[in-house]
């Protein structure tokens, strides 16, 4: 078993057993035992449980087990154009791309194709939890609420709130704002209803952006938000032309940041997107309100929106998580969005002989992105994120190719099983220690390497 430990290091369970009871929660853990049968052993007879009466989890060499990835900005609506953005930057792509493809999922039965589709393939890249922008739709946000509770990933589900009569197209756009508060009110009604106690899904408060917006729906978001303590999502200084927009909008508000505190949108259950253009002094009123940030790397390098500053937001005490933002970004997994994490830290440190050469983010450090931290900006960060007695059993099993099999691994005596068609992109050697182990799992590997996949104990995706 593999989780973060702590920002900067990973802790590696090794010779370990996890039991996991009927409720989804980790009853026990036994760690670095003689070998994976006396840790399983050991752990039956601490609590007293019978074999069948639990599930145990242990593996096989060449193969660990990790905490499913979270997903803190993502647009299932935007499945369908996913790696589609040509030569535009985020203005353009909006209005050629986006809208449209959005407006499509007016249609029920495009909605259906759409989200089951993208929670399966999500799922199947190890994302347990999503915290997704669907559409203006009613109907097709509550349809993507009942696809991931049936296929059962967690996910936080956010009806897009799109007003304003200047950015917004008629054909994709909130008629008025009542109608937009009212709607967000039925989607919250309708998943207060199929999950009384938001186990796997729950609503979100989902403001566009500020451009697409009106005072009058921020500022009713944020009453709901304070009347019923639900998250809000919205996107924050991605791209130059935006924020130029955004200061054109609302000159008296003196930064983006203070347009949604204005409107009372900047709280510790906020989650700002991007945050890429960030000045000093957005950095410490986001840092004093608690507020969250998704860090998109994927989404700003295809659209060339820049280089967000993890490090920087970091050291100012923003909390910080991983986000896919597909389609922006251009591949649903967050293992590729990990990996893009590191080579911008690195283009941010290029060149430079000053501060920003330490802005280099390690592997250890963007897994704790996609897990530890991704669960801090969602809020749940004690339920999700890491293996510890009492949190839920949101995990995937990894698989990389053993060359030559056999006699890998601390615990390794068996041969490797793995079939070099399906074994993906990720060869190890049995000198490679587990360090190396995971960083070739981040550079190289794809959902090739994710076996299985389980939220909240339920098995949710298998390879054939
Ligand atoms: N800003 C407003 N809407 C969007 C969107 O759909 N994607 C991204 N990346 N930025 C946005
Ligand atoms: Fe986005």
Redesign the pocket.
Same mark, same amino acid.
Not at 387 to 410: H, M, P, T
């Given at each position: 078993f593999v989780h973060s430990e702590a920002r900067d290091a990973l802790k590696f369970l090794l010779n370990a057993a996890i039991a996991v009871d009927k409720q989804g929660k980790i009853a026990g853990i036994e760690d670095a035992r003689a070998d994976v049968n006396v840790a399983k052993k050991l752990l039956l007879k601490r609590l007293g449980w019978k074999e069948d009466e639990l599930d145990i989890y242990a593996c096989k060499p060449g193969q660990f087990f990790f905490p499913g990835f979270i997903d803190t900005h993502v +647009?299932a609506s935007?499945y369908p154009i996913v790696g589609v953005f040509g030569e535009s930057s *985020?203005l353009e792509w *909006?209005e050629k791309y986006?809208f449209p493809t959005e407006a499509k999922l007016e249609d029920c039965a495009t909605a259906d194709k759409v989200y089951t589709a993208c929670v399966q393939r999500t799922l199947a890249h190890g994302t347990t939890t999503a915290a997704y922008?669907a559409t203006i739709h009613v109907p097709a946000t509550k349809l993507l609420a009942d696809r991931c509770l049936r296929l059962g990933q967690r996910a936080f589900i956010g009806r897009v709130c799109m007003d304003d009569r200047e950015l917004c197209p008629l054909y994709l756009r909130d008629k008025t704002s009542k109608e937009s508060l009212d709607n967000t009110s039925e989607i919250i009604d309708y998943i207060k209803h199929i999950d009384p106690h938001y186990e796997i899904v729950s609503p979100i408060l989902t403001p566009?952006?500020a451009p697409?917006c009106s005072p009058t729906v921020m500022s009713g978001l944020a009453k709901i938000h304070q009347a019923q303590g639900l998250p809000v999502q919205t +996107?924050i200084s991605?791209n130059a032309a935006e924020v130029e927009l955004v200061a054109k909008r609302f000159p008296d508000a003196g930064s983006y940041a203070k347009v949604y505190d204005n409107y009372g949108l900047l709280t510790p259950k906020t989650i700002l997107a991007h945050a890429v253009h960030l000045t000093e002094g957005e950095a410490s009123l986001i840092s004093t309100r608690k507020s969250k940030v998704s860090h998109c790397p994927c989404?700003n390098s295809a659209l060339a929106s820049g280089e967000a500053r993890v490090r920087w937001m970091w050291d100012r005490g923003i909390d910080v998580g991983l986000g896919t933002?597909m389609s922006?970004g251009y591949s649903p997994s967050v293992l590729v969005a990990a990996r893009q994490a590191v080579l911008v830290s690195r283009h941010l440190a290029m060149g430079r002989s000053d501060g920003e050469a330490k802005s280099k983010l390690t592997v250890a450090e963007v897994l704790y992105l996609a897990t530890r931290g991704g669960a801090k900006v969602v809020g749940l960060e004690n339920k999700i994120g890491g293996f510890e007695v009492g949190k839920e059993w949101d995990a995937q099993l990894v698989g990389l190719r053993i060359v030559g099999g056999g006699n890998i691994g601390e615990s390794g005596q068996q041969k490797a099983e793995e079939k070099y068609e399906d074994s993906g992109n990720v060869d190890l050697f049995e000198w490679d220690t587990w360090d190396r182990k995971v960083a070739k799992w981040v550079y190289n590997g794809d959902d090739r390497n994710t076996k299985k996949v389980w939220v909240k104990g339920r098995l949710v995706h298998q390879r054939p």
């Amino acid at each position: 078993f593999v989780h973060s430990e702590a920002r900067d290091a990973l802790k590696f369970l090794l010779n370990a057993a996890i039991a996991v009871d009927k409720q989804g929660k980790i009853a026990g853990i036994e760690d670095a035992r003689a070998d994976v049968n006396v840790a399983k052993k050991l752990l039956l007879k601490r609590l007293g449980w019978k074999e069948d009466e639990l599930d145990i989890y242990a593996c096989k060499p060449g193969q660990f087990f990790f905490p499913g990835f979270i997903d803190t900005h993502v +647009h299932a609506s935007q499945y369908p154009i996913v790696g589609v953005f040509g030569e535009s930057s *985020l203005l353009e792509w *909006l209005e050629k791309y986006v809208f449209p493809t959005e407006a499509k999922l007016e249609d029920c039965a495009t909605a259906d194709k759409v989200y089951t589709a993208c929670v399966q393939r999500t799922l199947a890249h190890g994302t347990t939890t999503a915290a997704y922008y669907a559409t203006i739709h009613v109907p097709a946000t509550k349809l993507l609420a009942d696809r991931c509770l049936r296929l059962g990933q967690r996910a936080f589900i956010g009806r897009v709130c799109m007003d304003d009569r200047e950015l917004c197209p008629l054909y994709l756009r909130d008629k008025t704002s009542k109608e937009s508060l009212d709607n967000t009110s039925e989607i919250i009604d309708y998943i207060k209803h199929i999950d009384p106690h938001y186990e796997i899904v729950s609503p979100i408060l989902t403001p566009r952006f500020a451009p697409a917006c009106s005072p009058t729906v921020m500022s009713g978001l944020a009453k709901i938000h304070q009347a019923q303590g639900l998250p809000v999502q919205t +996107h924050i200084s991605e791209n130059a032309a935006e924020v130029e927009l955004v200061a054109k909008r609302f000159p008296d508000a003196g930064s983006y940041a203070k347009v949604y505190d204005n409107y009372g949108l900047l709280t510790p259950k906020t989650i700002l997107a991007h945050a890429v253009h960030l000045t000093e002094g957005e950095a410490s009123l986001i840092s004093t309100r608690k507020s969250k940030v998704s860090h998109c790397p994927c989404s700003n390098s295809a659209l060339a929106s820049g280089e967000a500053r993890v490090r920087w937001m970091w050291d100012r005490g923003i909390d910080v998580g991983l986000g896919t933002d597909m389609s922006g970004g251009y591949s649903p997994s967050v293992l590729v969005a990990a990996r893009q994490a590191v080579l911008v830290s690195r283009h941010l440190a290029m060149g430079r002989s000053d501060g920003e050469a330490k802005s280099k983010l390690t592997v250890a450090e963007v897994l704790y992105l996609a897990t530890r931290g991704g669960a801090k900006v969602v809020g749940l960060e004690n339920k999700i994120g890491g293996f510890e007695v009492g949190k839920e059993w949101d995990a995937q099993l990894v698989g990389l190719r053993i060359v030559g099999g056999g006699n890998i691994g601390e615990s390794g005596q068996q041969k490797a099983e793995e079939k070099y068609e399906d074994s993906g992109n990720v060869d190890l050697f049995e000198w490679d220690t587990w360090d190396r182990k995971v960083a070739k799992w981040v550079y190289n590997g794809d959902d090739r390497n994710t076996k299985k996949v389980w939220v909240k104990g339920r098995l949710v995706h298998q390879r054939p």
